[in-house]
């Protein structure tokens, strides 16, 4: 058939919107969308016409077909839920913190209609939002007194704004970390006005280092938690309360940046070494930032907390408006730390760490399950031992033993076969080792299994 007369055959726009078959399959979608994707269709059509890939029309079914199939991707949310098999519990590009069910639903509400956001009830005037949560950081880490920012970024810059301008804010040479997104120390104090005096070495940093570069410009001392990494070996650190000791004989602040910010014991849960926020309060650290959506487990949030003089100046510094979290993210955060009143409480209720803490048996019990499930469905899958990082710049050394489902690709690779279940409408997001599909159980739920078996099935079958 000639091109110009298939050209002809395509069908038009309207007339296509009208057909039963994209009525019934369309039914409850956008007209807007829906007009679109068949624009899209057809002119895709039109392509493979005149390029000559194509020599006879489809039938109607299979261009509604097409249509609704556009349609539907054109409507997809690109924020949307997916399932973490990876085994990374704070996995940054998934969202990190997976929220408790009591901040769920403080979310929900506070979403949901008005709120005493910025209203004192009592007094029937304006109130303030640091309010919020203040009153339980204060009781749960010791300090005096608390703020929050929307990231730990955005703390960082803030205190070095408000403490450093104009002067010099000394750091030691192994602490001039860079998190994700090039976010540099020494990068940040340029552009908060001050001047960074590094000091020591990128392994050793003695006390006299500190000592020595403190002159009349020097605004502050910086100690940053190496959450990222670590230096490992011909290694040495000035403890905390030598610094802090040496801080405030020369009349001086000291900050500190702790980064993943844990407010329980992490031995419990298998992480050994990450310093928790109630050790710097005790050492009597000035200012303390941390971040919300890493080891405390809740929403994306910079909670600076620390001596009641600082804090009211960094409340009333002109960032401090500019990076203020929203009624949602306060509510996430409420609850969330309202479940570290009783530590036995936040292990059980917050996602990040139950799954951290989860026994190995119990990962192996769960890996039998749906290694099981898989089998059943006429799959070969095994269950492997594996070993998973906290994620989320958190606890780098830390290797947590846990359990995988190793998933065999049949008749596709393995790479087919992981491309097959991360692009559904739902992604499942494993991980390839040593060739292996590997779907570890440490992050995934229960009520997961059966999707994801039906997704294998139907991409293997």
């Known amino acids: 058939m000639e091109k110009k007369e298939l050209l002809r055959k395509i069908p038009k726009v309207d007339d296509l919107l009208r057909t039963p078959p994209l009525l019934a399959l369309a039914e409850g979608m956008s007209p807007a969308v829906l007009k679109d994707a068949v624009r899209t269709q057809l002119d895709a059509l039109r392509r493979e016409i005149l390029d000559g890939t194509r020599t006879e029309l489809p039938d109607t079914d299979t261009i509604c077909a097409a249509i609704f199939s556009q349609a539907k991707s054109d409507n997809l949310s690109t924020l949307r839920p997916v399932i973490n098999a990876t085994g990374v519990v704070l996995h940054t590009n998934l969202g990190r913190a997976c929220l408790s069910q009591k901040a769920v639903e403080a979310v929900t509400q506070a979403a949901c209609g008005y709120s005493t956001l910025e209203y004192d009830v009592e007094a029937g005037v304006r109130g303030s939002r640091h309010n919020h949560v203040e009153d339980l950081l204060v009781r749960l880490t010791g300090a005096e007194s608390a703020m929050v920012v929307n990231n730990n970024a955005a703390a960082v810059l803030l205190i070095l704004s408000a403490v450093g301008k104009g002067g ?16 540099r120390i020494p990068d940040i104090m340029m552009q ?170 119990d990962l192996d019990t769960r890996a039998q399950r749906l290694c099981q499930q898989f089998l059943d469905r006429g799959l070969s899958a095994q269950v492997v031992e594996t070993e998973d990082q906290v994620g989320g710049g958190s606890a780098p050394l830390v290797l947590l033993p846990s359990r995988a489902v190793s998933l065999s690709p049949g008749n596709c690779t393995v790479v087919e076969l992981e491309e097959k279940l991360r692009r559904r409408e739902t992604p499942i997001i494993g991980r390839i080792s040593q060739n292996r599909y590997l779907l570890d159980v440490r ?18 079958h």
């Not at 804010?169 to 192994?174: D, K, L, M, P, T």
């Not at 006390?207 to 410009?217: C, F, R, T």
């Open 168 to 183: 010099e804010v000394v750091a030691s040479r192994g602490e001039l970390v860079e998190i994700g997104g090039s976010f």
């Open 192 to 361: 908060c006005g001050c001047t960074l005096k590094e000091v020591g070495a990128t392994n050793k940093t003695h006390l006299h280092d500190y000592e020595n570069a403190i002159g009349e410009n020097t605004k502050a001392l910086l100690r940053v938690h190496t959450s990222n990494y670590r230096i490992v070996g011909f290694s040495e650190a000035v403890p905390l309360a030598e610094l802090t000791a040496l801080a405030h004989s020369r009349n001086l602040p000291i900050i500190e940046d702790l980064g993943s910010g844990a407010l329980v014991d992490l031995e419990r849960v298998g992480i050994h070494g990450e310093p928790a926020v109630q050790q710097s309060v005790r050492a009597g650290v000035d200012i303390i930032s941390f971040s919300g959506d890493k080891l405390l487990g809740g929403p994306q949030a910079g909670i600076i907390v620390g001596s009641k003089a600082w804090i009211q100046v960094l409340k009333r510094h002109p960032l401090a408006r500019a990076m203020r979290v929203d009624k949602m993210t306060l509510a996430a955060l409420r609850a969330t730390l309202y479940s570290y009143t009783d530590s036995d409480t936040a292990l059980r209720e917050i996602p990040t760490l139950s799954m951290l803490g989860t026994p190995v048996q």
């Open 443 to 460: 992050t995934l739920t229960d009520a997961q299994f059966p999707e994801i078996v039906e997704a294998a099935a139907k991409a293997l």
